[in-house]
DNA sequence: TATAATTACTTACATAAAGTAACTAAGTGA
DNA sequence: TCACTTAGTTACTTTATGTAAGTAATTATA
């Protein structure tokens, strides 16, 4: 009795922006390419979490990643065309967040 | 070192997203009232978790519930205004998924 | 020359979240 | 009285995430 099954697109795009951070992840790459050490800080998730969803994300080719072998080397994520192509989401989640929930009180 | 810090809002408003099935919970509920079991057997997510996230919903007013005295008893969980005004979100992720995912082949 | 520093990870272990399946409560109906 | 239905809850298992230490490569410092 499966009455209103869901697009297994959908679905799937949502079980991708529903895992924990992938979401702040990728909003942080639409404003250019960061490194590891720059996502991990800014977003406060763990190098071990981190380091898994890129991966994922690399796999799923919304993220790409470029080593500049310098010293020490630099590894840069930056977002590929479908990639840039969530930032729409990440605008309407942003806007519904400044409609709807409260400024933080001191 | 935080350099660039992310505004709370949308940060909360991503961390409720990125909850597991809450995204799937709120698409379903953009059709319409649905009762518990419906929700359930439709977005295939435990009875446990399905009761946890929906008193999560009510509690941010997202989700309210309604109870008709019927026999058996009907409850009914439906999108409030600020519930409503995450379709425009639920949209572009449908769009994204269009044109970015493949489509399941048989 | 040995020690320390930096970046980008990985590993082992602990805790939190989610899945599973059985159970409860309230109200019929057979 | 026993069974059926809905809307949950409870106890227990599995999976995901957090924490903190470790690794490898390269250079800088004492």
Redesign the pocket.
């Known amino acids: 009795m499966n009455q209103a099954l869901i697009c297994p697109r959908f679905e799937k795009a949502m079980s991708l922006m529903s895992?924990?951070?992938t979401g702040l992840v990728i909003y942080q790459l639409l404003t250019g390419p960061k490194?590891?050490?720059?996502l991990e800080s800014s977003i406060g998730?763990?190098?071990?979490?981190?380091?898994?969803r890129?991966?994922d994300l690399e796999h799923q080719g919304i993220v790409k990643?470029a080593v500049y072998?310098e010293?020490?080397?630099?590894?840069?994520?930056s977002l590929t065309e479908k990639g840039e192509a969530l930032e729409p989401v990440m605008r309407e989640i942003e806007k519904w967040s400044q409609t709807w929930l409260p400024n933080e009180m001191k």
């Open positions: 895992q924990r951070w490194r590891f050490c720059t998730i763990s190098g071990r979490v981190l380091s898994e890129l991966k990643r072998p010293t020490p080397v630099r590894i840069e994520y």
